[in-house]
């Protein structure tokens, strides 16, 4: 592979200063917003950005949230839908073909990354409409060992399908993002099974994380929990 550099268009840097503060405001007159963990973000440089996704709200609450812009992947069918294409089209999304090998997909991720940005992934693979979660697709592995870039779990609580509805009734829901420390994979070794049973590992590992950061109810496949890293201090919590 040839390596290119990931330069985004004038245009987007500037929507993405608007749209970003924009949905802060919204998120805050709809909701009660609570985010800890905010001192866990690398300062710098590349990583992945790996969350739980039951609707679609998490991926805009995070990006809107983040101290910086990062880039984010999703579903291609999401810029087919009415709205949600102005949005990802307007912000610079990256369209994934879900179950599909992209060397071209692959290639942007890897310049994004190795360009120092974060990237913004759900390992799941889509949707879950349930706060529990399912078992995550090898991709992020395979993305986080080609790059060689740590990956900060995102655990996401309150963003329900009904979130929009319930807000909208003045109920103001609560959503917490809980960001958890930095860390890094294993290498994947060996060929041809192997390598594929050590992608799904490690995907399942970040899902571990993601489900440590969470409550019970969230844990879903994941709720034997086997990672030994240490939870962000739940007393820390710094309103955006």
């Known amino acids: 592979m040839i390596e290119q550099s990931y330069r985004l268009p004038l245009r987007t840097h500037i929507l993405r200063t608007i749209l970003r503060p924009i949905f802060r405001g919204l998120f805050h007159l709809l909701s009660h917003v609570h985010v800890t963990g905010k001192e866990n973000i690398p300062k710098k440089g590349a990583y992945l950005i790996a969350i739980n996704h039951i609707s679609l709200f998490e991926p805009p609450f995070v990006l809107a949230f983040w101290p910086v812009a990062p880039e984010a992947a999703g579903a291609v069918d999401i810029w087919e839908r009415t709205g949600q294409s102005v949005l990802v089209r307007l912000y610079g999304g990256i369209p994934v073909h879900r179950g599909e090998y992209d060397r071209q997909l692959i290639d942007t991720m890897l310049n994004a990354l190795r360009s120092g940005r974060p ?104 709720s034997e929990l086997q990672t030994s890293e240490p939870i962000i201090n739940p007393t820390k919590k710094v309103r955006q």
């Open 119 to 222: 990237l913004l992934i759900a390992p799941e693979g889509g949707r879950t409409h349930t706060p529990a979660m399912r078992h995550a697709q090898p991709g992020i592995a395979y993305l986080a060992d080609l790059a060689s870039v740590p990956v900060v779990p995102v655990g996401i609580a309150g963003t329900s399908d009904d979130f929009l509805d319930r807000a909208l009734h003045g109920q103001r829901p609560k959503i917490d993002m809980h960001i958890g420390l930095p860390f890094l994979l294993p290498p994947i070794i060996g060929r041809g099974k192997d390598r594929r049973n050590g992608r799904q590992e490690n995907a399942d590992t970040i899902m571990q994380h993601i489900a440590s950061l969470l409550p019970t109810k969230y844990h879903g496949v994941y």
